[in-house]
Nanobody, 125 residues
């Protein structure tokens, strides 16, 4: 089983930074692709960033160099460091993970089977 638990959301002013964390507390020994998706009111859930077990990262086009995804395979953790946050980054951010290790970038950009409960990020002054 994979059980993802996020932390680190909150309220931040425009231009500020936040770091989201996610840990898998389940029984699976190792994970494949991990990452972050977000869903804003009235919008579809979209990829923020994903990262393979080998460390290859993928980002949504809107990231524009502002966010960095990283992971620790042994601890089954993934982080999202967000800087220069904008009001349009306001959303619920979801940790996402799978067991399969994908070679194709197209598959690493797709949602994996397991989701966390989500953490709210609000960017406002």
């Amino acid at each position: 089983q994979v059980q993802l638990v996020e932390s680190g959301g909150g309220l931040v002013q425009p231009g500020g930074s936040l770091r989201l964390s996610c840990v898998d507390s389940g029984t699976i020994l190792s994970l494949g692709t991990m990452g972050w998706w977000r869903e804003a009111p009235g919008k579809e859930r979209e990829l923020v960033a994903s990262i393979t077990s080998g460390g290859t990262a993928y980002y949504g086009d809107f990231v524009q160099g502002r966010f960095t995804v990283s992971r620790d395979n042994a601890r089954k953790m993934v982080w999202l460091q967000m800087t220069n946050l904008r009001p349009e980054d306001t959303a619920v951010y979801y940790c996402n993970a799978g067991i399969t290790r994908h070679a194709a970038s197209s598959l690493n950009r797709k949602p994996q089977p397991y989701w966390g409960q989500g953490t709210q990020v609000t960017v406002a002054s």
